[in-house]
Every structure is written in structure tokens, then in C-alpha cells.
């Protein structure tokens, strides 16, 4: 019997042994075949790490620890993390199929670690905008632009302008999109924003149908600014005259409708301005005719 | 002093500290450009953040077990009794053993700066705040790692005590913004634990102000903390030195 232990315990056996055990291990004990298999032990080959598209997002106080002390290391790893969930390992991921709400934790974690960067802005607005289920999602993306321009409008307005691009064209939110056009309109004066960040609520009002509103904050941004430069001076008279123009001509049956008087000034100015030139035209039309029959004529004098 | 000084950066080329460390620096800069460069924004941001804090992290691991492991090694081969022998006061050879390391230390962290300067787009404001910040954090944890290696016998467990000092350090932080949470410190355990939080924090030095990631971004212009660490250091690396030693004039060879 000692001969036996002793042979067993050598080492050789022993060995033999525990590798078969570790080979059960991993591939797991089942007994039958087909629909009667019975599984005695699982097996660690079919544990597999959960690959989910957006890891859920930590709480405030889980993220003050991770930071270990150096918030913008964290944040950049973070960030790139969120640029690249759900296509890791060789995988690419419909965004319809990532959870909105989570990835919107994310960006306003990321934001708390960094207000002052761009990184997240675009990837919301350009990358994670661009989901194939705009009405569910879209609603966080805007939420997300307008939270992180609201820190610091004077240089975030971009991100105020993209939240109406989405909300608008997309979402077609007119009431959304107003209220970011007006909040676009109020950014500091030295911002040094382009014009058309004062136009967007008339374009917005526009689209409404409230042409009054419309014609009214135009009129107002070339009576408050100096030094407009032509081609924006052009355009806001194209917007006046042909624009809303056209539209107060279809709605000019309705009692209730008004439009500001000096907007209604320079539409009536445009038309009789236009209409003087056709009269123009005509009369030099008609010049032109008479002209030519008399050629005509006196040639026909000539031959004979 | 000096000839200390000269014989800790030999025992560093000998125990090839220079090599080993100057490769793991390339490393984490190669990685750190590798993945920076494929930020969808902000490269150059991503690209510094991580040189950054994956520099920070290595240069700290690597001087503090080269020190914890000289220290204890040259106690086991009796080195430090050999250097005592010589006409040398016990506490001016632990001043010149931190003078040593620190030397060790400042030739790493200008090559990193040299580096980061010549290949990165960093501002220079930024990077010399960033590199007096890692310096001065040299400093600390080497005083640290020498008190702890002069007073513990084994050099892991030197290094394990330098480990956990520094992660206090860097998270202290988020300790005291934790204190500020009345509602987590409820009942008898809490108001201890609560009052143990202050004091540590009063006692452990706020690394979490020093060499700062966004400094390299954004420039230390407008953050005010860019002054505490110097402060810091200079009040808390004599306090150590002259504990370690009070520790090493006790001892008995």
C-alpha cells in the first residue's frame, strides 16, 4: 500500500492527474448528448468578458477617486474611451444601438473634469448626432450642447449653433430651436461672433411663420450695427424683400396678420422700385419697336 | 557630500537605474503619441495629458524601489556601516543620501522636459510649472522612500509603505472631498471616521497639487495651486529627513 502511495505521489501520476483536472476545468463535464445532455460543470471556456457598447457610467464620487488626483489624464482617457465604445475588438456598432442616456452621464462627467476642452463637443454633435433614431436620441444630444454651452457661451456658441442644426433640421423642434437661437443671439458682443449668430431667431421665427418677429429682429441688427459689411447688408435685404415678401403676400388676406411698418417700407419700396424698372423696360421696348419699323420704312423709301 | 553623492549615481548606473528607466520612459512616450494621435479632437492635448500622467506614474515606481532596495541592500552588505567609518556625521549622511537621489532625480526629470519640449506642442509656461510640480514631487517621495527604508527592516516592505503613502497622497483630494459630504459620516463610526479623514490630511502632503496634466494644456496662467506645491516641499522634505534622522541616530550597528 506504501508502494502504491509512494508511486502515486512520485510525481509523473500526479502531474497526469492535476492536468486533467484543469483540462475539465476549462472545458466542463457534461454527460449525454443532444437535448438529454446533462451539464454537470459549466466550464471556464464559456466565460467571456461582458463587452458592452457603453460601460455604465461611475457616480461623482467613483470618478474624484479614479481621477487619482490628475483630473485631465483621467479625463482624456476617458474621453477616448466613449470615442471608441462599442467598436472595440474588431467590432463596429450601429449607433441606434447604444444607450443615449448613459452616453449622456458620460459627456456631463467628462464635462465636470473638463469644461474648458473641445474634445466632446464634436464627438456629440458629429459623430453621436448622426444616430439612425434621431428622435430618441437626438434629445440628449441637444440637452448635452446646450448644458456645455451654457458654461461659457462667449466661446461655446458653436455648440449653441449645432443644438439648433439638430433640433431643427432633424427633430424639427421650431420651439427648441428658438429658444437656443435666442440664447446664440445673446452671447457677448465681443465674442467675436459671425452676424448670423444674431440672425439664426429670424430664420428660426421664419420658419414659424411669424414673419412680423422675423423682419423685426433683421430691421433691429441693421439699425444696432455699424460697419456691415455688403454681402451681409445684401443678404439681409434679400431676406426682406424676397423672403419675407413672399411670404406676407400669401397670408395678406388674413385680417390678423401685420408686419413691422418698416419692413412693410422697404417690401413697398422694392416693389414700386421694381415696377418702375419694368415700366422702364417696356417703354424701352416699345422705343426699340417703333425705332426698327421706321428703319424699316425709310429703307423701303430707299428701294424704291 | 559629494563623494556620497558620486557613489549613489554610480550604485544607479551599476544597478542600471538610467537604462531601465530611460526605456521605460520611451515607452510610455511612444504609447503616449500612439494613442494620442488617434484622438478624434485635440491630439496634441490627448498626447500631453498622457506623457503626462503615464511619466508621473513611472518615474515615481522606479525611484522609489531603486531607492527602498539601495537602502536596504547597502544595510545587508554593510555598505553604510563602511560609509561611516569614514569622518561623517550620521545626519550628514542622510542629508547626502537624499542629495544623491535627488540628483538621480533631476537628471531624469530635465531629459523628460528636454523631450517633451523639442517633440511635443506643449507651451514652455506650462511645461516648466508641470516640471518644477514632478520635480518637487521627486523630491518628496524620495525623502519618503529613504525614512521608510531607514526604518523598516525589510525593503518591500519600504517599497509597499512608499506605494500606499504616495496613493494617499495623490488621492488626498478626494479625501477631503469627502469630508465635506456631512450626510456620509452618520452616527458614532461615522464621526470617528470623519475626524481620522481631517487628520490625515492635515498630516500627509496634497500631491494631487503637483505637476498638474492640464498645466501642459492649458498653461498654470490662471490656476492658482501652481505655487502650493513648492511650499509644500519645502516644508515637508526637511520634516522627513530630519525624522529619518532622529530614526538613524538610534541605531546601533
Known amino acids: 500500500m506504501k508502494k502504491v502511495i509512494k508511486f502515486f505521489l512520485s510525481g509523473y501520476l500526479l502531474v497526469a492527474l492535476l492536468g486533467t483536472m484543469q483540462w475539465f476545468f476549462w472545458n466542463g463535464i457534461k454527460i449525454g448528448e443532444g437535448e438529454d445532455v446533462q451539464v454537470i460543470w459549466e466550464g471556464t471556456r464559456s466565460e467571456k468578458p461582458d463587452l458592452s457598447i457603453v460601460p455604465k457610467a461611475p457616480t461623482v464620487f467613483a470618478v474624484k477617486a479614479l481621477t487619482f488626483g490628475d483630473d485631465q489624464f483621467y479625463f482624456r482617457k476617458t474621453a477616448f474611451d466613449i470615442q471608441n465604445a462599442g467598436d472595440t475588438f474588431g467590432r463596429t456598432t450601429s449607433l441606434q444601438d447604444y444607450d443615449y442616456s448613459e452616453l449622456y452621464k458620460w459627456w456631463m462627467i467628462l464635462d465636470g473634469l473638463d469644461p474648458v476642452s473641445n474634445f466632446v463637443p464634436p464627438l456629440v454633435s458629429y459623430y453621436f448626432g448622426s444616430s439612425q433614431k434621431p428622435e430618441r436620441d437626438l434629445p440628449y444630444v441637444i440637452d448635452y450642447l446646450e448644458q456645455h454651452a451654457d458654461r461659457n457661451p462667449a466661446r461655446k456658441w458653436w455648440w449653441y449653433s449645432q443644438a439648433i442644426y439638430h433640433s431643427k433640421h432633424k427633430l424639427k423642434d421650431l420651439d427648441r430651436s428658438l429658444l437656443l437661437a435666442e440664447k446664440l443671439a445673446d452671447i457677448p458682443a465681443d465674442a467675436g461672433a459671425p452676424l448670423w449668430v444674431r440672425q439664426m431667431p429670424a430664420f428660426i421665427l421664419e420658419a414659424r411663420g411669424d414673419l412680423n418677429e422675423a423682419c423685426e429682429i433683421i430691421v433691429n441688427i441693421i439699425r444696432d450695427n455699424k460697419n456691415i459689411k455688403p454681402g451681409e447688408m445684401n443678404f439681409m435685404m434679400y431676406f426682406i424683400k424676397e423672403r419675407i415678401s413672399a411670404m406676407a403676400e400669401e397670408k395678406k388676406n388674413n385680417p390678423n396678420f401685420k408686419i413691422d411698418p418698416r419692413c412693410n417700407a422697404i417690401i413697398e419700396a422694392d416693389k414700386k422700385a421694381k415696377a418702375e424698372q419694368e415700366a422702364a423696360e417696356k417703354g424701352n421696348v416699345k422705343n426699340d419697336l417703333e425705332k426698327d419699323e421706321k428703319d424699316q420704312d425709310s429703307k423701303k423709301e430707299v428701294k424704291i | ?253
Not at chain 2, 501642459?216 to 525624522?243: C, E, G, K, R
Open chain 2, 1 to 253: 557630500m559629494l563623494t556620497t553623492i558620486k557613489y549613489i549615481l554610480i550604485t544607479a548606473l551599476r544597478d542600471k537605474l538610467f537604462i531601465g528607466l530611460f526605456i521605460a520612459m520611451f515607452i510610455v512616450f511612444g504609447l503616449s503619441v500612439f494613442l494620442g494621435s488617434t484622438a478624434l479632437v485635440e491630439e496634441d492635448g490627448a498626447i500631453d495629458a498622457y506623457i503626462g500622467g503615464s511619466s508621473r506614474l513611472v518615474l515615481a515606481i522606479g525611484l522609489i524601489v531603486f531607492v527602498c532596495f539601495h537602502v536596504r541592500t547597502a544595510f545587508d552588505n554593510k555598505e553604510i556601516e563602511l560609509l561611516l567609518s569614514r569622518p561623517i556625521s550620521r545626519t550628514s549622511f542622510v542629508f547626502s543620501y537624499w542629495m544623491g537621489f535627488a540628483v538621480i532625480a533631476t537628471i531624469f526629470v530635465v531629459c523628460l522636459s528636454i523631450a517633451m519640449f523639442l517633440f511635443l506642442n506643449v507651451s514652455g509656461y506650462g511645461l516648466f510649472y508641470w516640471s518644477a510640480g514632478l520635480l518637487m514631487e521627486s523630491y518628496l517621495f524620495i525623502a519618503f522612500a529613504l525614512f521608510a527604508s531607514l526604518i523598516l527592516r525589510s525593503a518591500v516592505s519600504s517599497v509597499m509603505l512608499c506605494f500606499g503613502f504616495y496613493v494617499m497622497c495623490r488621492m488626498m483630494g478626494f479625501f477631503l472631498y469627502i469630508v465635506d459630504q456631512p450626510h456620509l459620516f452618520k452616527g458614532y463610526f461615522g464621526d470617528i471616521i470623519e475626524k481620522l479623514l481631517i487628520f490625515v490630511s492635515a498630516i500627509l502632503p496634497r500631491l494631487d497639487l503637483y505637476a498638474d496634466s492640464k498645466w501642459l494644456i492649458y498653461n498654470a496662467v490662471n490656476d492658482t495651486s501652481h505655487h502650493w506645491f513648492i511650499w509644500q516641499t519645502l516644508i515637508y522634505v526637511p520634516f522627513l529627513l530630519v525624522m529619518a534622522v532622529i530614526d538613524f541616530k538610534r541605531k546601533q550597528f
